[in-house]
């Protein structure tokens, strides 16, 4: 099963590493790669460094430099234990973000400071203090996928693999959740007795997928089991056989084997997988994240080598918001 610790052990030998990626690189592309891998292993022992990676990252940094890889959720819990004096985050900035705001004394990297996300984008601070007028006295529950000055102005943080848990938590009747508005009207769905007032931001990967979408891959597969991640809309959702945070499609993955799965949601999560599961036909319904795909094995190196590109977060802003961040990880 693909978890948060299943890649960092010891790293395996360079034709061990391609045998785990050879389904997606040609034996002709390896030995390209193979030079910043190499040179990423040994930067990462000579520096004391870790490399935390996205289940979206391509199979190439996915499969042989990453040391944790995981969900959001998981790579902030993993953030906030690492021994290591380096964390790079193979993600997009907010993730990156989250790791310093839990360790605001390490230096945390990312490699391509415009890995943005059109969530983050989506809403300021500004925004949550109207928000907040407009509603005295509710909750503000914060998706991660969001700015360390949007997290300073929350109450709490989810992501979509706790978001259910964390609302259930607060006990109350009525919740401002942010940004992402399917996530948030998904959720809802799930804690009836819960009144949950939006906002209207959108993953720009997950809202092009369409119920038709879902529906033509049955016509073609129909034995397929379809699986969902909570940032598509509604009416996609209500098509699926199961949604979850794209930890939690893993785990369907390895628990129920399904002889053909279709998931819906970022390009590489089914070429990440597939490695694990060879038995398991991936149908492949596919939107690409531009922004997860600005990281690359080069910048990964050029990361280690320059000590670039450098988290850095005002202090006053950073201890608001992980208060925000440490809450969601208390909530078990
Ligand atoms: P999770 O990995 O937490 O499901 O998040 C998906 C996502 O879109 C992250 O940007
Ligand atoms: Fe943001 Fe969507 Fe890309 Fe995730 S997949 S980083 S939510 S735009």
């Known amino acids: 099963m693909v978890d948060t610790t299943s890649l960092s052990a010891a790293p395996l030998p360079l034709p061990d590493l391609y045998a785990r990626v050879s389904h997606h690189i040609l034996p002709m592309e390896w030995p390209a790669l193979a030079g910043d ?8 022992h000579e520096r004391n460094a870790v490399i935390l990676a996205h289940n979206y990252q391509t199979p190439e940094i996915f499969h042989t430099v990453a040391d944790i890889v995981g969900d959001s959720l998981a790579l902030a819990r993993e953030a906030a234990t690492t021994d290591a004096d380096i964390i790079v985050v193979a993600g997009v900035h907010f993730m990156a973000e989250t790791a310093k705001l839990l360790n ?3 230096t945390v990297l990312i490699p391509d400071s415009k890995a943005g996300c059109s969530l983050a984008e989506s809403i ?6 109207k928000l907040r007028a407009q509603h005295p006295g509710v909750p503000v529950v914060t998706y991660v996928n969001t700015s360390a000055a949007v997290k300073a102005e929350s109450d709490v943080c989810c992501t979509s693999g706790n978001a259910k848990k964390v609302i259930e938590s ?9 940004p992402d508005e399917f996530l948030a009207q998904n959720t809802a769905a799930q804690i009836p007795g819960v009144e949950i007032i939006t906002w209207a931001g959108h993953c720009e990967v997950h809202e092009r997928f369409t119920a038709e979408d879902i ?6 597969y129909p034995d397929v089991v379809v699986l969902v991640h909570p940032e598509a809309p509604p009416e996609v959702v209500a098509e699926a ?4 945070s794209t930890a939690g499609m893993i785990d369907f993955v390895g628990q129920k084997r399904p002889g053909r799965v279709a998931l819906v949601t ?3 999560m089914s070429d990440n997988v597939a490695v694990e599961y060879p038995e398991v036909e991936f149908v492949r319904p596919c939107n690409l994240c531009p922004h997860m ?3 690359t094995l080069p910048n990964i190196r050029k990361a280690l080598e320059l000590r670039q590109h450098e988290v850095l977060i005002d202090p006053t802003l950073a201890a608001r918001a992980r208060i925000a961040v440490e809450r969601m990880l208390a909530v078990r």
């Open 37 to 44: 891998i190499e040179a990423i292993l040994s930067l990462k």
């Open 215 to 220: 529906r033509s891959v049955r016509e073609s």
């Open 104 to 106: 605001p004394n390490k």
């Open 124 to 129: 300021t601070a500004e925004d949550v203090r």
């Open 241 to 244: 056989d199961f949604a979850g």
């Open 170 to 178: 607060l006990g109350v009747s009525k919740v401002i959740m942010l």
């Open 293 to 295: 795909k600005r990281i």
């Open 266 to 268: 970022e390009c590489s």
